[in-house]
Nanobody, 127 residues
Framework: QVHLVESGGGLVQAGGSLRLSCSTSGRIFSNYAAGWFRQAPGKEREFVAAISRSGHDTYAADSVWGRFTASRDNTKNTVYLEMTSLKPEDTAVYYC????????????????????WGQGTQVTVSS
């Protein structure tokens, strides 16, 4: 079992930055690719960014490309989402998830290949 705990959310003004963290205990996080997803009120869950098990490959959704970056420190069993140039439309609950596979497939970005999910952390961007 992989228990994921997100932290770092909060209220920030537009144009500001936040860094989310996702940590786990128990199984070694380096065995899992990590993804970040978000869900705004009344909207579907949306893929944000992901990072491979080794950390060598990262990618992000078009909506956050160039502003958000996933990273990880496998020595600390932690993955991060660095968010810059935040916009009010980035307001959502952000979830960390772990997948046993490295992928960029449609099913991966839809969350279907993730076995474990965190409880989420709220990010609110004021205009």
């Amino acid at each position: 079992q992989v228990h994921l705990v997100e932290s770092g959310g909060g209220l920030v003004q537009a144009g500001g930055s936040l860094r989310l963290s996702c940590s786990t205990s128990g199984r070694i996080f380096s065995n899992y690719a990590a993804g970040w997803f978000r869900q705004a009120p009344g909207k579907e869950r949306e893929f944000v960014a992901a990072i491979s098990r080794s950390g060598h490959d990262t990618y992000a959704a078009d909506s956050v490309w160039g502003r958000f970056t996933a990273s990880r420190d496998n020595t600390k069993n932690t993955v991060y989402l660095e968010m810059t140039s935040l916009k009010p439309e980035d307001t959502a609950v952000y979830y960390c998830a772990a997948s046993p596979v490295d992928s960029q497939s449609y099913y991966f970005t839809q969350g279907f290949e993730f076995d474990y999910w965190g409880q989420g952390t709220q990010v609110t961007v004021s205009s």
